[in-house]
């Protein structure tokens, strides 16, 4: 057993990886962080029921032993810094870790408290909350560290219809798709630079220089890579998964119209991987209807690409068209959230971050601080994105429990707060609202 400072690895199970597939004994070992905010109440609530559905599944024969892993507050008070090197270490030897949600400053102050995610310009005490352990220097994403960290290339997001929730869409019951997001390139990469910076003026000299084009001097730059590296790996993943779950098509989602050397070559490498890596089990499409006249050969997926602007209007209209989403970063996060609108909100979004050798589930959402402590907010997320993991790990079994519990849940009208109001507001009468534990006690008894 590996040794750290302050994360203690229990008796149980480590997961091995190799070659992409996921081997997990009968008490494989899970990281766990609890996430700042609302994860004090999420996180919790999210082990019981992944802990009743593998009891369920596999009569006791197997558990999962969490290890407790610590990052934003609690890498703050513990380490001295949001996102340790030990958390990631700890990851990477564990393999499968699943999240809540951490604290992302967005203003330009220079300290934010992790407790009540209120931003100020000195390091004292929170001016909002008043307190003193949770105050720290700004700084970027954990979320977006903890990915790069660690290589976790695809983000991976099922869309899905939950009979029985609210949708502001008609086609919403059509929706069932999954996007394959590449998460360490693009704008993202973090090649951002104020203005008048000196990196910034230098851009602008050598566009200028090269290209004899003018960037306005008071510009700040951000600077969009996307390489045959990041492309490729990204979507063999998409297709890879399309083909084991025996899914019709997967769709190159780009702008390349305009940024014809960034996401157009994101396109026309995905095209590639498809003929040259699974050119015996794919059909593109414009073979598909130059010279098969749109008729699919059995056993076959389909590869297609649209226009990143009009996808936006596609999942709204057409949604039963797409089964497997591939996108570069800054598309796929839009696209992602706009997705899990049409079927009723970030509740009950689950997501991953998978690289070739460790694998991150996470809480989508933010960390909703002012219901920190309540038992109140919507679990959802977190939990079927422990149902996402179990699937991971090939307990499949354990899997379908969460979400038939989820389903059924959902149908009775035992919910939380926000799911409830929007029932009610639809005219529906038999809702019990619930609490956040409320509603994993639930789920557990319809599992």
Not at 258 to 280: L, N, P, Q
Not at 402 to 428: F, H, P, S
């Amino acid at each position: 057993m590996a040794q750290f400072q302050h994360v203690k690895i229990p008796k149980g199970d480590l997961i091995q990886v190799a070659k992409g597939q996921v081997t997990a004994g009968n008490r494989p070992i899970i990281g766990v962080l609890r996430g700042d905010g609302i994860g004090l109440d999420i996180t919790p609530v999210m082990q019981a029921v992944t802990a009743a559905a593998v009891k369920k599944a596999f009569g006791g024969q197997r558990e999962i032993v969490w290890c407790s892993l610590y990052a934003g507050l609690e890498g703050l008070q513990k380490y001295g810094e949001v996102l340790p090197p030990e958390t990631i270490e700890a990851i990477q030897y564990l393999k499968v870790a699943i999240k809540g949600p951490f604290t992302t400053p967005i203003g330009e102050e220079t300290h934010v408290c992790l407790h009540c995610a209120h931003q100020q310009n000195h390091g004292k005490k929170c001016d909002q909350c008043g307190k003193t352990d949770g105050v720290t220097k700004r700084f970027r994403s954990i979320n977006v560290g903890l990915r790069q960290a660690m290589d976790l290339y695809a983000c991976v997001r099922p869309i899905r219809y939950f009979e029985g929730v609210p949708s502001p869409n008609k086609y919403a019951d059509q929706v069932n798709f999954i996007i394959f997001r590449e998460n360490t390139e693009d704008v993202y990469a973090g090649h951002d630079f104020e203005r008048g910076s000196e990196v910034a003026e230098a851009i602008i000299r050598l566009v200028k220089e090269k290209t004899g084009r003018t960037i306005r001097p008071d510009s700040g730059i951000g600077v969009k890579p996307i390489s045959v590296t990041g492309t490729k790996r990204l979507v063999r993943k998409a297709i890879a998964w399309g083909i084991a779950q025996g899914l019709p098509s997967v769709t190159l989602v780009h702008k390349g119209n305009i940024m014809k050397f960034t996401e157009g070559s994101f396109c026309k490498w995905g095209y590639e991987v498809a003929k040259e890596e699974f050119g015996d089990k794919t059909v593109s499409e414009k073979v598909f209807w130059e010279e098969l006249g749109g008729k699919m050969p059995p056993g076959k997926i389909l590869i297609k690409d649209r226009i990143a602007d009009s996808i936006f209007q596609q999942i709204q209209t057409r949604p039963e068209e797409y089964s497997v989403l591939a996108l570069p970063n800054l598309n796929g996060d839009y696209l992602s959230d706009a997705a899990i609108a049409l079927v009723g909100g970030l509740g009950l979004g689950p997501g991953a971050n998978i690289g070739d050798t460790a694998a991150l589930f996470e809480a989508t959402h933010g960390t909703a601080p002012k219901y920190a402590g309540q038992d109140k907010v919507n679990p959802g997320s977190i939990i079927l994105s422990a149902g996402m993991m179990l699937e991971h790990m090939g307990w499949k079994e354990a899997s379908s429990c969460i979400v038939k519990g989820m389903e059924r849940a959902i149908k009775d009208g035992y919910v939380t707060y926000d799911l409830a109001r929007l029932m009610r507001a639809e005219g529906r009468k038999e809702v019990k609202e619930l609490s956040c534990s409320g509603f994993g006690q639930a789920i557990i008894e319809r599992m």
